[in-house]
């Protein structure tokens, strides 16, 4: 691995280089013939894969072969629900969504909240659940499809997940785990099976289906390391190896580094009061000359600048207008603070709206959840299971006694109850 950089799934630091990258993890890039493909196939080329923010792939092309002879796939993607959402996690779930509506996709979304229990210092199981509860509010707002989504906590839908899960950890040894992950001693014994969890859901559709079940995983490539492991013992176990589509980092606003929840300033959250992203954005790193004259004498630098990046990734569709931003920027015929002004204006409305969207969100989680206990229901609602109701109603009141929890199965909860 390159010194100037490191990716793993739980850290990313310094400039990456992506084309060395996907040599180092031994994945393909999104050539042009692939997109050419991807364009005979579904009508279009989608701005994110034009603008090469989707770069590298495992097996897109056998994916794509076994859907033109009609089988179709399962996409997977997921969360480590540590914090609040930021708008990079919303990069690679704004493209799943994409792909759920281009191929009619159902898509099984994971909240790792296990992994981020074991993994952070001083974030409880509580904490660990509340966060799985409030970033699926943002990925409800995205606007998937109820009727083709199911999100799951780690923690709350371990029975269904485990017995995938032990068949990957069985195949999996300690020392492919430290090789891949960097484990040393001191790492929690919890972690060493995290990785297998990890695996579980893409397996899951071909278990659920009893028949191999295509699946495609969009991830930005820190996530790669795990789904090597999986790809590894996908057919020791019996199933097709997943395919990935991997994009590459928004960064922070203070430039080069990926926009990380450890860096709060330098990242916008999609909870951030808009008034204050606005000043995230107006402070923004964009490597503008020392003063006006200079600036319309020599230009800027699109190419280091944290605002332009935004631009790229997020917030301009229209390419034409992309580029004649960054030539009116190097040939200084736009100052940095006019640039700014209207990304903050464009993340503002952004916000606003999405904000809007995850109110309404928490009238449909009941939609979109799904927990060992929500199986359990539809097995309790059984005329014959009557008497079970009581005993699982305590059980269920006990388990859910934190806020988080209650308001994760709130609704099923209190059906129950009225029983
Ligand atoms: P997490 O919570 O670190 O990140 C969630 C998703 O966002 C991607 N990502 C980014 N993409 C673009 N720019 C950024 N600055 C940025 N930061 C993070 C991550 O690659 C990820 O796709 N263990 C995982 C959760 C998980 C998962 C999965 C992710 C479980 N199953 C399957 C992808 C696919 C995690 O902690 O992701």
Known sequence: MNEEYKVTPWDVTGKVDYNKLIQDFGTEPIDDKLLERWKRITGSIPMAMQRKIFFSHRDLNW????????????????????????????????????????FDAPLYFQMTDDEKFLNKDGLGMKDALGFTYDNTLDVIALGFDPKKTRI?????????????????????T????????????????????ITSMQSAPAFLPSVEARKNVPVLIPQAIDQDPHFRITRDVAPKMGYYKPAAIHCTFLPGLAGSDKMSASKPESAVYTTDDPKVAHKKILSAFTGGRVSVEEQKKMGGVPGVCAVFQYYYYLFEEDSQKLSQREQKCTRGEIMCGECKQELADRVVRFLEKHQENREKAKDKVQDFIVSDYSALYDRLKKPQDKKEVSKYKKAMKEYYSTKEGENILIGKTKELEDK
């Open 152 to 172: 799951f906590s780690d923690v709350e839908y371990s029975k269904t997940l485990y017995r995938i899960s032990l068949e990957v950890a069985k195949r999996v």
């Open 63 to 102: 994916l794509l072969d076994r859907y033109e002879q009609g089988e179709k796939f399962v996409l997977y993607t997921g969360r480590g629900p540590s914090g609040h959402t930021h708008l990079g996690h919303l990069l690679p779930w704004i493209f799943t969504k994409y792909l759920q509506d281009t």
């Open 174 to 193: 300690f020392s492919t785990a430290k090789a891949v992950f960097g484990f040393d001693n001191s790492t929690n014994i919890g972690m060493i099976f």
